[in-house]
């Protein structure tokens, strides 16, 4: 008789495999063929050709920080495996399947057990792609021996596993605490999103600051971080297995600990963990709120924004602008995804900005366009992506259910989505306000730059709405954002978008030449994605008018 | 319950595919009548309902509802329609009240008299303490009972339920009944009833119409059903006629 922790295992990779359900066992094979031969000779071969292109600098500086540098690369895969599973995990409250679960009397350590375990073939395929590419620069620019680089590939899998056990541990403990509720749901969603601008920080870091990264991440405060640990464990390894005669003693100021230290911090912590674990299990499993023994919402009154709104738009028309924006705004989940895409708005240029300290104080006439223009453009593309995505992706249609509700009234659904339109609208000011406030501080821009930049940006914004709305419309997604439909549509959204932005804005820069006025490339790179959008809402609302026939 | 037609379907048919979900159905509904549209799941009940309330185009055959042509004039049949659908669609972030003003204004009403309409559904419906509150903190059957007040309140003239007391208790059940019959009385509301309880149909319609496989298979008062198939009760000529009775000597044969 198989495991019960064995069952729920299989059960989870069935899930996460469900798509390729006629060919698992095939794709799985071959998956992991793909991987073993990706790692001991796809990367191994093509890497030396990428890192000689690069010039011998590249080397260099491997051989000199490698024990820095090993512990940004650790971090980025530290922060990937911890926090993904969690953000993925949160997109889904699964109360109802643990309630089944404990019904059938499996013990609470068996279910985190087969959960974790459900997880690691999934995982492991990814550190199994990804580990290569992030070590062999390593291993060919100081020549680390097979028995060296077995042990630093270990020790990534050892670090990734301990690192999944945590992660499963942690959404575990929030998914409970949550609850199986719609309030519960809404605010994991919402989380979904905030954990996932901890990847930004150190992948941004990777890209912009691997300096300035690998030195902070070398202070002896990080040696309490148990990425720090397996990175100092690969630097040992590379240290006792390098062919240039490397020695300890140049890295003794960061490699504070030896290995055999770190190895067992790594593992005492990896044991604490697993025994949290099994001994709160009974704890983490006895999940809080339900539907009906949740907090309570009672609504008081409406503010003076919406009772202006109501003002400007008397009769039927207002209320379901109020309601919409009502509806829009109380979700966190919608109101996270509009925070982290102005966070990531005011981040681009903040980058750019802090790249651009050698810049002189007076710089060249045209040179000021140039940045406006391109602190415009960063902005627009960013808050149109995301306010596409968050007003006409997620934010449009809640279920199928409601659709029916909304069509059985007449013209519903032409009312709906003007009502939906006008809210998107009255938000996306707020959304591009800030960060184009932010910018203007940041830059010391002057009023007619900040003007400019808060014009493209909001008609920028306007175009993304309307083409999502459109394409959502055509194909509803409702709040499903693991669903086939919604990963066409989101790649259908940015994919116009960029397309449209990219070539207006070679129209733009043709007529700069020409005309050398920046409003007119901004109204350039801007209005046709306002008229595209405009096409393909019209469609996008008259074919969701129409009677189904399926 | 006068004599002019509400609905009237003539060789009404809905294909999905290879699946028959409708065959030829040809049905007339008298205005103030309450229907009750009986039969299993996937009898073709909901894709009845969602045909004659303008939201399905059938594959063949033509129906009338209200007097207006389910082909080309679904807009005026929404208009005197209204349809509590099978699975409740609530806004979760909105309160009771704010979710009906948003299906009032989606019927073009608005201001002092809807906002007293709700006032007094949310009253009948027993909510009003709980009016303000979001829906996500709502039981199944108190968002039953949004549904059925969202139903209600642009005063349709035909009325189309989709297991209308499937998540109400038995009080909740009992009024949503004396609702039906009241306003079927007192005002000639029809009501198009989709269930799978039979003492409720009994006790609430006129006309009993029993749908299996797609094919309407029977028709008339529940009284005259009962008497044509030689049973007690409506539940029992259910069965016979939809082949439900349980054999019990398999009842515990899976334990072998």
Redesign the interface.
Known sequence: MPSKWFAIAKAEFFVQTSRLRRWRKASSILLLGFGIVWALWIVPTIMPGILSSFGSGVELLLQGTFPSLMRSVMLFLWILVLIYPISYALQEIRIGQWEIMLSNNVSTRSMMFGFFLGKVPSYGLFVLFIAPVLLTPFTIALNVSLVGQAIMYLTVFFVALSTLFLSTLITTAIQAKLGE???GN?IAKALSMVVAIAVLVPMYGLMYFADALSSVLGMDVFLLFPFTWGADIISWAIILFNGLGISSSAFLAILKLDALTDLLILSVFTGFVVLIALRAADRIFSFGAG??T???????GENVLLRKIRGLF???????VV?SI??FS??MQNVSRLVYGMVLAILLPVILSVSMQSFPENPPEGVRDLIVMIVSLMLGMVLAMISGATFGGIGFL???????????????VR??AKARLVESLFLAVLIVFIPAIAVALVFQFGIIEFAAILAYTYWTTVGAVLISIGITANNPTYEDQRSAAFMLNTFATIFIVMIILIFSLFAGFTMMMTFQSLPLILIVSSTPMVAMGIVLYLVGIARMSR???? | MSNSIEIKTEKLSKN?GNIHALVDLDLEVLRGSTFGFLGPNGAGKTTTV?IL?????PTSGNATVCGYDIHTQ???I??D???L???????????A??FL???????????EI?HKRIDKLMSLMGLENRQ???L??F?SGMKQKVLVA?TLIHEPELVFLDEPTSRLDPSASALVKELILIMAKETETTFFICTHMTDFAEDVCNIIGILNEGVLTTLGSPEDIIQRVGVHDLEEAYLKIVGGEVDKSRLLSWRD
Do not use: C, H
């Open positions: 509720s719609s309030r809404d539907p009906r949740e907090k309570i919402v009672t609504i008081l008397p009769g039927p028309f207002g209320v379901m309601t009502k509806e109380r979700k809640e279920s199928r259910d409601q659709l029916w509700i909304i069509k059985s009234a007449p013209g519903g009312k709906f009677a189904d026939t399926v | 999905f969602r309330s303008g939201l399905l185009r679904r807009n005026e929404k208009a329609t209204g349809l659908p099978e699975a409740p669609g609530l806004y979760s972030k909105l309160s009240v704010e003003e948003f299906i009032g204004a989606l019927n073009d009403l608005s201001g809807l303000n509150d979001l996500e903190s039981s969202s």
